[in-house]
Protein backbone atom coordinates (compact mmCIF):
# COMPACT_ATOMS: atom_id res chain seq x y z
CA UNK A 1 0.00 0.00 0.00
CA UNK A 2 1.63 3.27 -0.82
CA UNK A 3 1.57 5.01 2.14
CA UNK A 4 2.57 8.13 1.12
CA UNK A 5 2.07 10.30 -2.08
CA UNK A 6 2.23 14.52 -2.61
CA UNK A 7 0.97 16.09 -5.66
CA UNK A 8 1.38 19.24 -7.05
CA UNK A 9 0.03 21.57 -7.81
CA UNK A 10 -3.28 20.58 -6.98
CA UNK A 11 -3.44 18.21 -4.24
CA UNK A 12 -1.81 15.58 -1.68
CA UNK A 13 -3.14 12.29 -0.47
CA UNK A 14 -2.23 9.27 1.40
CA UNK A 15 -3.24 5.80 -0.58
CA UNK A 16 -5.79 3.73 0.65
CA UNK A 17 -4.86 0.74 -1.19
CA UNK A 18 -1.74 -1.51 -1.81
CA UNK A 19 -1.32 -4.65 -3.91
CA UNK A 20 -0.83 -7.42 -1.54
CA UNK A 21 1.95 -8.34 -3.19
CA UNK A 22 4.55 -5.38 -2.17
CA UNK A 23 7.42 -6.36 -0.47
CA UNK A 24 8.40 -4.62 2.85
CA UNK A 25 12.02 -6.44 3.38
CA UNK A 26 14.09 -9.17 1.83
CA UNK A 27 14.22 -12.23 2.81
CA UNK A 28 16.44 -14.64 1.98
CA UNK A 29 15.81 -15.78 -1.96
CA UNK A 30 14.10 -19.06 -2.26
CA UNK A 31 13.84 -21.19 -5.29
CA UNK A 32 9.96 -22.27 -6.34
CA UNK A 33 11.04 -25.88 -6.89
CA UNK A 34 12.88 -26.25 -3.55
CA UNK A 35 11.15 -29.33 -1.25
CA UNK A 36 8.55 -27.87 0.72
CA UNK A 37 8.72 -28.50 4.57
CA UNK A 38 6.14 -29.61 6.84
CA UNK A 39 6.57 -26.63 9.20
CA UNK A 40 7.38 -23.18 8.57
CA UNK A 41 9.98 -23.25 11.53
CA UNK A 42 12.18 -26.22 10.09
CA UNK A 43 13.63 -23.96 7.66
CA UNK A 44 16.39 -21.52 9.65
CA UNK A 45 15.91 -17.91 8.95
CA UNK A 46 18.50 -15.56 8.79
CA UNK A 47 19.72 -13.67 12.21
CA UNK A 48 18.36 -10.22 12.28
CA UNK A 49 18.70 -7.01 13.96
CA UNK A 50 15.79 -3.83 14.16
CA UNK A 51 16.72 -1.26 12.09
CA UNK A 52 15.11 2.44 12.01
CA UNK A 53 15.61 5.26 9.37
CA UNK A 54 14.03 8.19 9.04
CA UNK A 55 13.94 11.35 6.73
CA UNK A 56 12.52 15.04 7.06
CA UNK A 57 10.82 16.57 3.98
CA UNK A 58 9.25 20.11 3.27
CA UNK A 59 6.97 21.09 0.33
CA UNK A 60 4.50 22.99 -1.46
CA UNK A 61 1.05 22.25 -2.61
CA UNK A 62 -2.94 23.55 -3.28
CA UNK A 63 -4.47 21.44 -0.46
CA UNK A 64 -1.33 22.34 2.13
CA UNK A 65 0.11 25.37 1.17
CA UNK A 66 3.74 25.17 2.50
CA UNK A 67 3.77 21.70 4.33
CA UNK A 68 6.74 20.18 6.66
CA UNK A 69 7.02 16.59 7.93
CA UNK A 70 8.82 13.47 8.21
CA UNK A 71 8.47 9.73 7.83
CA UNK A 72 10.41 7.11 9.70
CA UNK A 73 10.00 3.08 9.26
CA UNK A 74 11.34 0.92 11.44
CA UNK A 75 12.02 -3.05 9.64
CA UNK A 76 12.30 -5.99 11.38
CA UNK A 77 10.01 -4.77 13.80
CA UNK A 78 9.71 -8.01 16.73
CA UNK A 79 9.92 -10.30 13.25
CA UNK A 80 12.52 -10.55 10.38
CA UNK A 81 9.67 -9.91 8.05
CA UNK A 82 7.60 -7.14 9.83
CA UNK A 83 7.63 -3.18 9.84
CA UNK A 84 6.24 0.12 11.19
CA UNK A 85 6.01 2.53 9.49
CA UNK A 86 5.10 6.32 10.27
CA UNK A 87 4.01 9.58 8.73
CA UNK A 88 2.96 12.82 9.52
CA UNK A 89 2.80 16.16 7.83
CA UNK A 90 1.62 19.65 9.00
CA UNK A 91 1.03 22.71 7.17
CA UNK A 92 0.73 26.33 6.95
CA UNK A 93 -2.76 26.38 6.33
CA UNK A 94 -3.52 24.19 9.55
CA UNK A 95 -3.42 21.32 7.44
CA UNK A 96 -2.70 18.16 8.97
CA UNK A 97 -2.04 14.09 7.94
CA UNK A 98 -1.13 11.38 9.93
CA UNK A 99 -0.33 7.56 8.84
CA UNK A 100 0.59 4.84 10.84
CA UNK A 101 0.68 1.11 9.75
CA UNK A 102 2.01 -2.01 11.49
CA UNK A 103 2.88 -4.51 8.62
CA UNK A 104 3.20 -8.21 8.39
CA UNK A 105 3.05 -9.40 11.43
CA UNK A 106 2.74 -13.77 12.09
CA UNK A 107 1.10 -15.13 15.36
CA UNK A 108 3.69 -18.21 16.69
CA UNK A 109 1.93 -21.34 15.71
CA UNK A 110 -0.22 -20.08 12.55
CA UNK A 111 1.38 -20.75 10.09
CA UNK A 112 0.47 -19.16 6.30
CA UNK A 113 -0.97 -16.07 7.94
CA UNK A 114 0.44 -12.63 8.07
CA UNK A 115 -1.62 -9.98 9.43
CA UNK A 116 -1.35 -5.82 9.52
CA UNK A 117 -3.21 -2.60 10.30
CA UNK A 118 -3.08 0.55 8.64
CA UNK A 119 -4.66 3.67 10.17
CA UNK A 120 -4.51 7.23 8.50
CA UNK A 121 -6.31 10.63 9.77
CA UNK A 122 -6.38 13.74 8.00
CA UNK A 123 -7.65 17.30 7.68
CA UNK A 124 -7.51 19.59 4.47
CA UNK A 125 -8.64 23.11 5.04
CA UNK A 126 -8.37 23.98 1.70
CA UNK A 127 -8.69 20.22 0.28
CA UNK A 128 -9.52 19.88 -3.60
CA UNK A 129 -12.52 17.78 -4.17
CA UNK A 130 -14.61 16.55 -7.49
CA UNK A 131 -18.49 16.18 -5.94
CA UNK A 132 -21.83 16.38 -6.89
CA UNK A 133 -23.17 19.97 -5.97
CA UNK A 134 -26.31 18.67 -4.97
CA UNK A 135 -28.55 15.27 -3.46
CA UNK A 136 -28.99 12.94 -6.48
CA UNK A 137 -27.35 15.11 -9.34
CA UNK A 138 -26.43 12.87 -12.33
CA UNK A 139 -23.15 13.84 -14.75
CA UNK A 140 -19.93 15.29 -14.50
CA UNK A 141 -18.80 16.44 -10.79
CA UNK A 142 -17.46 19.96 -9.87
CA UNK A 143 -14.04 20.93 -8.63
CA UNK A 144 -14.92 22.20 -5.41
CA UNK A 145 -12.22 23.85 -2.76
CA UNK A 146 -13.11 22.94 0.51
CA UNK A 147 -12.66 21.56 4.52
CA UNK A 148 -12.29 17.93 4.45
CA UNK A 149 -12.07 15.28 7.18
CA UNK A 150 -10.57 11.93 6.29
CA UNK A 151 -10.17 8.64 7.87
CA UNK A 152 -9.69 5.03 7.57
CA UNK A 153 -8.63 2.37 9.46
CA UNK A 154 -8.33 -1.31 8.10
CA UNK A 155 -7.25 -4.35 9.12
CA UNK A 156 -5.22 -6.92 7.06
CA UNK A 157 -5.41 -11.25 7.74
CA UNK A 158 -3.23 -12.71 4.93
CA UNK A 159 -3.36 -16.74 4.18
CA UNK A 160 -0.22 -17.83 2.28
CA UNK A 161 -1.69 -20.79 0.25
CA UNK A 162 1.21 -23.71 0.39
CA UNK A 163 2.02 -23.88 -3.13
CA UNK A 164 4.39 -22.53 -5.38
CA UNK A 165 6.97 -20.14 -3.41
CA UNK A 166 4.25 -19.97 -0.55
CA UNK A 167 5.32 -24.22 0.22
CA UNK A 168 8.55 -22.84 1.92
CA UNK A 169 7.21 -21.12 4.73
CA UNK A 170 4.82 -17.56 4.74
CA UNK A 171 8.11 -15.53 5.32
CA UNK A 172 10.85 -17.04 2.67
CA UNK A 173 7.58 -16.26 0.53
CA UNK A 174 8.47 -12.29 1.17
CA UNK A 175 11.36 -12.88 -0.36
CA UNK A 176 12.63 -12.60 -3.94
CA UNK A 177 12.13 -15.21 -6.21
CA UNK A 178 15.12 -17.26 -7.85
CA UNK A 179 15.07 -19.33 -10.66
CA UNK A 180 12.73 -19.32 -13.92
CA UNK A 181 9.30 -17.79 -13.52
CA UNK A 182 6.96 -20.34 -14.93
CA UNK A 183 2.80 -19.73 -15.26
CA UNK A 184 1.90 -22.08 -13.31
CA UNK A 185 0.85 -21.01 -9.44
CA UNK A 186 1.16 -24.68 -8.41
CA UNK A 187 4.68 -24.43 -8.68
CA UNK A 188 5.62 -20.55 -9.22
CA UNK A 189 4.72 -17.29 -7.90
CA UNK A 190 2.99 -16.75 -4.12
CA UNK A 191 -0.91 -17.31 -4.15
CA UNK A 192 -2.69 -15.45 -1.04
CA UNK A 193 -6.12 -14.48 0.01
CA UNK A 194 -6.37 -11.54 1.94
CA UNK A 195 -9.26 -10.60 4.41
CA UNK A 196 -9.73 -6.68 5.09
CA UNK A 197 -12.13 -5.28 7.32
CA UNK A 198 -12.14 -1.99 6.86
CA UNK A 199 -13.81 1.83 8.43
CA UNK A 200 -13.89 4.63 6.42
CA UNK A 201 -15.26 8.30 6.60
CA UNK A 202 -15.25 11.72 5.00
CA UNK A 203 -17.00 14.99 5.59
CA UNK A 204 -16.81 17.78 3.81
CA UNK A 205 -18.03 21.21 4.74
CA UNK A 206 -20.99 22.87 2.81
CA UNK A 207 -21.27 18.87 1.01
CA UNK A 208 -23.12 17.50 4.36
CA UNK A 209 -25.94 15.88 2.09
CA UNK A 210 -23.54 13.16 0.56
CA UNK A 211 -22.68 9.91 1.87
CA UNK A 212 -19.84 9.90 4.79
CA UNK A 213 -19.12 6.73 6.04
CA UNK A 214 -18.17 3.56 4.51
CA UNK A 215 -17.61 -0.22 6.64
CA UNK A 216 -17.31 -3.44 5.22
CA UNK A 217 -15.04 -6.36 4.13
CA UNK A 218 -12.87 -6.68 1.50
CA UNK A 219 -11.90 -9.82 -0.20
CA UNK A 220 -8.80 -10.25 -2.33
CA UNK A 221 -7.27 -13.68 -4.07
CA UNK A 222 -3.76 -12.42 -5.46
CA UNK A 223 -1.15 -14.56 -7.40
CA UNK A 224 2.46 -12.81 -7.21
CA UNK A 225 4.69 -13.84 -10.04
CA UNK A 226 7.02 -11.44 -10.23
CA UNK A 227 10.58 -12.59 -9.49
CA UNK A 228 11.02 -9.30 -7.12
CA UNK A 229 7.91 -6.87 -5.92
CA UNK A 230 10.45 -3.78 -5.99
CA UNK A 231 11.82 -3.82 -9.25
CA UNK A 232 10.34 -6.39 -11.48
CA UNK A 233 11.77 -7.96 -14.55
CA UNK A 234 9.90 -10.91 -15.47
CA UNK A 235 6.60 -12.47 -14.72
CA UNK A 236 3.28 -10.57 -13.48
CA UNK A 237 0.60 -9.99 -10.93
CA UNK A 238 -2.72 -11.24 -10.88
CA UNK A 239 -5.52 -10.12 -8.36
CA UNK A 240 -9.30 -10.08 -8.16
CA UNK A 241 -10.99 -8.13 -5.12
CA UNK A 242 -14.68 -7.91 -4.03
CA UNK A 243 -15.36 -5.14 -1.46
CA UNK A 244 -18.90 -5.10 0.34
CA UNK A 245 -20.33 -2.79 3.02
CA UNK A 246 -23.42 -4.76 4.07
CA UNK A 247 -25.43 -1.72 5.55
CA UNK A 248 -26.63 -0.29 8.34
CA UNK A 249 -29.79 2.35 9.09
CA UNK A 250 -28.11 4.85 7.71
CA UNK A 251 -26.51 3.97 5.11
CA UNK A 252 -27.24 1.51 1.75
CA UNK A 253 -25.76 -1.42 1.20
CA UNK A 254 -22.96 -2.12 -1.86
CA UNK A 255 -20.28 -4.48 -3.36
CA UNK A 256 -17.77 -3.59 -5.96
CA UNK A 257 -15.33 -6.15 -7.91
CA UNK A 258 -11.98 -5.44 -9.38
CA UNK A 259 -9.64 -6.96 -11.16
CA UNK A 260 -6.36 -6.52 -12.81
CA UNK A 261 -3.47 -7.94 -14.43
CA UNK A 262 0.39 -7.05 -14.70
CA UNK A 263 3.35 -8.81 -17.13
CA UNK A 264 6.69 -7.66 -16.97
CA UNK A 265 9.35 -8.08 -19.83
CA UNK A 266 13.14 -7.58 -19.98
CA UNK A 267 14.84 -6.48 -22.74
CA UNK A 268 18.52 -6.72 -23.16
CA UNK A 269 21.21 -4.50 -21.48
CA UNK A 270 23.80 -2.70 -22.89
CA UNK A 271 26.56 0.06 -21.98
CA UNK A 272 24.11 2.70 -20.80
CA UNK A 273 21.58 0.59 -19.09
CA UNK A 274 22.29 -3.06 -16.96
CA UNK A 275 18.39 -3.36 -17.08
CA UNK A 276 15.63 -2.55 -19.59
CA UNK A 277 12.31 -3.41 -18.63
CA UNK A 278 8.34 -3.07 -20.52
CA UNK A 279 5.91 -2.96 -17.79
CA UNK A 280 2.17 -3.48 -18.44
CA UNK A 281 -1.21 -2.90 -16.28
CA UNK A 282 -4.80 -3.71 -17.25
CA UNK A 283 -7.45 -2.88 -14.68
CA UNK A 284 -11.19 -3.26 -14.58
CA UNK A 285 -13.91 -2.67 -11.84
CA UNK A 286 -17.41 -2.31 -11.64
CA UNK A 287 -20.35 -2.18 -9.13
CA UNK A 288 -23.20 -4.64 -9.49
CA UNK A 289 -24.95 -3.28 -7.10
CA UNK A 290 -25.61 0.72 -8.94
CA UNK A 291 -28.56 0.27 -10.43
CA UNK A 292 -30.26 -1.92 -7.41
CA UNK A 293 -33.08 -0.42 -5.48
CA UNK A 294 -35.40 2.77 -6.00
CA UNK A 295 -34.15 5.83 -7.86
CA UNK A 296 -33.54 7.79 -4.79
CA UNK A 297 -31.90 4.63 -2.46
CA UNK A 298 -29.51 2.78 -4.60
CA UNK A 299 -27.13 0.78 -3.61
CA UNK A 300 -23.90 3.10 -4.49
CA UNK A 301 -21.11 3.42 -2.45
CA UNK A 302 -19.87 6.69 -1.43
CA UNK A 303 -17.57 8.60 -4.28
CA UNK A 304 -14.91 8.20 -1.88
CA UNK A 305 -14.88 4.44 -1.37
CA UNK A 306 -16.11 3.25 -4.83
CA UNK A 307 -14.41 2.97 -8.40
CA UNK A 308 -12.29 5.63 -9.09
CA UNK A 309 -9.68 7.09 -11.79
CA UNK A 310 -7.15 9.69 -10.97
CA UNK A 311 -4.05 9.73 -8.66
CA UNK A 312 -0.83 8.66 -7.99
CA UNK A 313 -2.12 5.29 -9.30
CA UNK A 314 -4.30 5.42 -11.85
CA UNK A 315 -4.44 7.99 -14.82
CA UNK A 316 -1.24 10.23 -12.78
CA UNK A 317 -1.73 12.75 -14.91
CA UNK A 318 -5.23 13.95 -12.87
CA UNK A 319 -5.81 14.52 -9.24
CA UNK A 320 -6.69 12.18 -7.20
CA UNK A 321 -10.23 10.66 -7.46
CA UNK A 322 -11.05 12.70 -10.62
CA UNK A 323 -13.75 10.85 -12.14
CA UNK A 324 -15.87 8.70 -10.49
CA UNK A 325 -19.10 5.64 -11.38
CA UNK A 326 -20.10 2.62 -11.99
CA UNK A 327 -16.96 1.35 -13.81
CA UNK A 328 -13.47 1.70 -15.45
CA UNK A 329 -10.97 0.66 -16.88
CA UNK A 330 -7.27 0.99 -17.55
CA UNK A 331 -4.39 0.50 -19.92
CA UNK A 332 -0.73 1.04 -18.74
CA UNK A 333 2.58 0.82 -19.93
CA UNK A 334 5.67 1.84 -18.17
CA UNK A 335 9.51 1.73 -20.17
CA UNK A 336 12.17 1.00 -16.87
CA UNK A 337 15.64 1.44 -17.73
CA UNK A 338 18.26 0.78 -14.84
CA UNK A 339 21.40 3.04 -15.46
CA UNK A 340 24.66 2.10 -14.99
CA UNK A 341 25.74 5.23 -13.67
CA UNK A 342 24.87 5.46 -10.22
CA UNK A 343 26.33 8.04 -8.19
CA UNK A 344 23.78 8.52 -5.67
CA UNK A 345 25.60 7.38 -2.71
CA UNK A 346 28.21 10.28 -3.30
CA UNK A 347 25.56 12.56 -3.04
CA UNK A 348 24.57 15.00 -0.03
CA UNK A 349 21.40 13.57 1.78
CA UNK A 350 21.45 10.32 -0.55
CA UNK A 351 24.84 8.93 1.41
CA UNK A 352 23.03 9.03 4.74
CA UNK A 353 20.75 6.12 3.38
CA UNK A 354 21.53 2.71 1.41
CA UNK A 355 20.55 3.56 -2.12
CA UNK A 356 21.40 0.54 -3.80
CA UNK A 357 19.96 1.57 -7.39
CA UNK A 358 17.37 3.90 -9.03
CA UNK A 359 15.38 3.93 -12.07
CA UNK A 360 14.14 6.16 -14.95
CA UNK A 361 10.93 5.85 -16.07
CA UNK A 362 8.11 6.93 -19.04
CA UNK A 363 4.90 5.83 -18.78
CA UNK A 364 1.70 6.00 -20.68
CA UNK A 365 -2.50 5.36 -19.65
CA UNK A 366 -5.45 5.72 -21.54
CA UNK A 367 -8.95 4.50 -19.10
CA UNK A 368 -11.99 5.90 -18.72
CA UNK A 369 -14.95 5.82 -16.12
CA UNK A 370 -18.88 4.86 -16.67
CA UNK A 371 -22.31 4.57 -15.32
CA UNK A 372 -22.38 1.75 -17.86
CA UNK A 373 -20.63 -1.66 -17.53
CA UNK A 374 -20.06 -1.95 -20.95
CA UNK A 375 -17.13 -2.24 -23.64
CA UNK A 376 -18.50 0.80 -25.71
CA UNK A 377 -18.82 3.28 -22.90
CA UNK A 378 -16.10 2.17 -21.45
CA UNK A 379 -14.05 2.92 -24.49
CA UNK A 380 -15.48 6.20 -25.05
CA UNK A 381 -13.73 9.59 -25.21
CA UNK A 382 -10.87 7.52 -23.07
CA UNK A 383 -8.54 9.93 -20.89
CA UNK A 384 -4.85 9.58 -21.51
CA UNK A 385 -2.18 10.50 -19.20
CA UNK A 386 1.23 10.12 -19.84
CA UNK A 387 4.86 11.47 -18.09
CA UNK A 388 8.36 10.41 -16.69
CA UNK A 389 9.98 10.28 -13.41
CA UNK A 390 12.60 8.43 -11.20
CA UNK A 391 12.39 5.46 -8.69
CA UNK A 392 14.94 4.63 -6.02
CA UNK A 393 15.39 1.92 -3.60
CA UNK A 394 15.76 3.84 -0.20
CA UNK A 395 16.55 1.48 2.91
CA UNK A 396 14.71 -1.16 1.08
CA UNK A 397 11.90 1.05 -0.16
CA UNK A 398 10.41 2.28 -3.32
CA UNK A 399 10.38 6.08 -3.49
CA UNK A 400 9.11 7.58 -6.89
CA UNK A 401 9.01 10.45 -8.34
CA UNK A 402 7.03 11.70 -10.92
CA UNK A 403 5.70 14.36 -13.60
CA UNK A 404 2.88 13.20 -15.22
CA UNK A 405 0.71 15.10 -18.03
CA UNK A 406 -3.09 15.20 -19.45
CA UNK A 407 -5.13 17.43 -21.27
CA UNK A 408 -6.42 18.74 -18.35
CA UNK A 409 -3.79 19.23 -16.01
CA UNK A 410 -0.40 18.06 -14.81
CA UNK A 411 0.90 16.46 -11.48
CA UNK A 412 3.72 15.90 -9.81
CA UNK A 413 3.99 13.12 -7.56
CA UNK A 414 6.08 11.63 -5.05
CA UNK A 415 5.15 8.70 -3.31
CA UNK A 416 6.37 5.17 -2.30
CA UNK A 417 6.18 1.52 -4.39
CA UNK A 418 5.89 1.06 -7.57
CA UNK A 419 2.20 1.57 -9.38
CA UNK A 420 2.20 -1.99 -10.18
Known amino acids: MSPLAFAAPTSTEITKEQRSGEETVIIESVSPKATAKSKQG ?65 IPSIDQWLFSIETYQARFQEGVYYVPQQAGALGENERTITLGDES ?39 TSLKFSPFSQSRELEGFEFLPEEAKGLALELDWDNRDNGKNSSQGGQTSFKVTRDFGSGSRNSWTTWEFEQSAFVS ?83 FNLYDVPWWQWVAFAEAGQVSDDFNASALHEDLKWSAGFGARFEVESIVVRAELAFSAESNQFWIMVNQPF
Do not use: C, M
Open 42 to 106: DDKLPDYQAEFAAVPFAFSSESLSTAFGGAGVLKHAGQIQSSILGIGVYSTNNSWVSYLRFNDYQ
Open 152 to 190: YTKFHARYILPIGRGSQGTVRSLGRARGDISWNPLESGV
Open 267 to 349: IDSNEWFGQQILAFNFYLADTPTWTSGSEDDLHQPPSFAGISLGGFERLRGYTSKRYTGRSAVLYSAEYRVQPRWQPLQEWPV
